[in-house]
């Protein structure tokens, strides 16, 4: 998972310099941090839906459920 975080980090500068280039803005999210939007509410995704999300994208119903969608470090809402 921590591999994958620094990847997923990594990600961003590439989309800037390659693409981010005029009027557009593509910004990489995480799946996690869409997770989170919902929870806070910045988003309107329900909570089944973003479980679909999680699961279709090949991670494990039982991390979502277990970890993910309870954990506290998710719960950084403003």
């Keep these: 998972m921590l591999e994958q975080m620094i990847i997923d980090a990594d990600l961003q500068p590439i989309?800037?310099?390659l693409l981010n280039t005029g009027i557009n803005y593509?910004?990489?999210l995480r799946i996690v941090d869409m997770i989170n939007m919902a929870k806070c509410g910045q988003i309107n995704i329900p909570r089944?839906?973003?479980k679909a999300i999680w699961t279709i994208s090949g991670k494990s119903r039982?991390?979502?459920d277990r970890?993910?969608?309870l954990s506290r470090w998710l719960q950084g809402c403003v």
């Design 15 to 17: 989309i800037d310099s």
């Design 26 to 28: 593509i910004r990489c």
């Design 48 to 50: 089944k839906r973003a």
């Design 62 to 64: 039982d991390d979502f």
């Design 67 to 69: 970890t993910v969608w």
